[in-house]
């Protein structure tokens, strides 16, 4: 049981590149998120997505898509990487009822830089 | 987008301290959520609470959610030095299906032998 995963780890891109973040999760849940994290900024939602096939904008989406074609994958997307998007990537998932309800479960993270 | 304002932003103590942080909002929230971040991993959940006045414990974590709704604080009793890490509070306003958070800024606590 491997809980939220993420690759990659670590990247470096050049401005304008392209690449797919992958988040992986086997808790069957419902419930993805797209995060990102930046000095003295907190953790700030990308997208998200409530169920397979959905999506939807958080918080500072700009520059991202994202994909939720099977449930238990959320990809997040950079079409023309910039250098403002030099960050660390986390991936979330939260269950629909129960205990998990309220807990979102974080993945171990992506760490961007782009040059 | 709203940020909740989280103090102190760092904290320098020595093993055996009590330690406190707070976050406050500028809108009410239904949940009010705990996290803690070690290095090079993402944040784990602490404390939830779900009701204004609600004070909980977790070991040597206490958190509380405040009256108004509004603020949350959360204690370390007799900190060890595995308790560094970065801290974030976290309000979850559950309108729609999604329940979005709103994290804080973050403390970052170092503890010193």
């Known amino acids: 049981n491997a809980g939220v995963t993420q690759t990659p780890k670590f990247r470096v891109l050049k401005t304008g590149q392209s690449m797919t973040l992958l988040c992986a999760q086997d808790?069957?849940?419902?419930?993805m998120y797209w995060y990102r994290q930046d000095p003295g900024m907190g953790l700030r939602l990308i997208h998200y997505?409530?169920?397979?096939?959905?999506?939807a904008k958080g918080e500072v989406p700009d520059g991202y898509n994202v994909s939720r074609l099977k449930k238990q994958n959320f990809l997040l997307g950079l079409e023309s990487a910039a250098p403002s998007q030099t960050s660390v990537y986390f991936c979330?998932?939260?269950?629909?009822?129960?205990?998990?309800?309220?807990?979102?479960?974080f993945g171990p993270g992506t760490r961007l830089t782009v040059l | 987008g709203q940020q909740l304002n989280q103090s102190p932003q760092s904290m320098f103590i020595q093993e055996g301290e009590d330690v406190s942080m707070n976050c406050t909002s500028s809108?009410?929230?239904?949940?009010w959520l705990w996290y803690k971040q070690d290095p090079g991993e993402g944040p784990v959940l602490l404390i939830a609470?779900?009701?204004?006045?609600e004070l909980t414990s977790n070991g040597r974590l206490t958190a509380q959610f405040g009256i108004t709704r509004k603020d949350s604080f959360l204690n370390i009793s007799a900190s060890i030095p595995s308790d560094v890490g970065i801290y974030f509070c976290?309000?979850?306003?559950?309108?729609?299906?999604?329940?979005?958070?709103?994290f804080g800024t973050g403390t970052r606590l170092q503890v010193t032998l």
């Open positions: 979330a998932t939260r269950g629909r009822e129960g205990r998990s309800y309220n807990e979102q479960f």
């Open positions: 808790m069957n849940h419902e419930y």
């Open positions: 997505s409530v169920g397979e096939g959905t999506t």
């Open positions: 809108s009410i929230f239904n949940t």
């Open positions: 609470l779900y009701k204004a006045g």
């Open positions: 976290a309000g979850q306003l559950r309108t729609g299906t999604a329940s979005k958070l709103t």
